[in-house]
T-cell receptor
């Protein structure tokens, strides 16, 4: 069975601090995709990134960066110089062969001014 | 603009009544999904459909039913058999191109009293 664990339920930081959201996954598949989604207070999930299991290169997009380590089954997400607009719930997800996604329980990030 | 629409955003029903949540997409996606979100629980898959006239149960299908008569539409009925129907319901769709990326609608918050 697949599983995604986001151990951090809630994180509070002050604006301009860096913050890392952890994601650990379990799967028996050799080919899979990992995702991060952002859910602002409005409720709609916004896609942030997709990473396939064969690509362990770290990725940076502006203030966002992702660290994928297959050896530890982790796919962590770092926000550099956080801003109030980053306040949201962030979900990590793992694909299955039938195209479904298994989501973690989410990490609520609160960035205060 | 292409996207997924869910209506209404807020829905109130009395206990014992069936209620149908609407989900429409104009992204020409083959696959569609319904998730339920409860506080602190992340997203849990209710039903999914990979092609018209076919659908599969997800992890928490009991008390729910769906239909997929058109590619664009995937309505979810919350029946009176669902013991705890009050929740936030999210619909998503994806292309069958191997990307597994799911696009989400704005969600419907259902309250049953």
């Amino acid at each position: 069975a697949q599983k995604v664990t986001q151990a951090q339920t809630e994180i509070s930081v002050v604006e301009k601090e860096d913050v890392t959201l952890d994601c650990v996954y379990e799967t028996r598949d050799t080919t899979y995709y990992l995702f991060w989604y952002k859910q602002p207070p409005s409720g709609e999930l916004v896609f942030l990134i997709r990473r396939n299991s064969f690509d362990e290169q770290n990725e940076i997009s502006g203030r966002y960066s992702w660290n994928f380590q297959k050896s530890t089954s982790s796919f962590n997400f770092t926000i550099t110089a956080s801003q109030v607009v980053d306040s949201a719930v962030y979900f990590c997800a793992l694909s299955a062969r039938d195209s479904t996604l298994t989501f973690g329980k989410g990490t609520m990030l609160l960035v205060s001014p | 603009d292409g996207g997924i629409t869910q209506s209404p955003k807020y829905l109130f029903r009395k206990e014992g009544q069936n209620v149908t949540l609407s989900c429409e997409q104009n992204l020409n996606h083959d696959a569609m999904y319904w998730y339920r979100q409860d506080p602190g629980q992340g997203l849990r898959l209710i039903y999914y459909s990979q092609i018209v006239n076919d659908f599969q149960k997800g992890d928490i299908a009991e008390g729910y039913s769906v239909s997929r008569e058109k590619k664009e539409s995937f309505p979810l009925t919350v029946t009176s058999a669902q013991k705890n129907p009050t929740a936030f319901y999210l619909c998503a769709s994806s292309a069958r191109d191997g990307s597994y990326e799911q696009y989400f609608g704005p969600g419907t918050r259902l309250t049953v009293t």
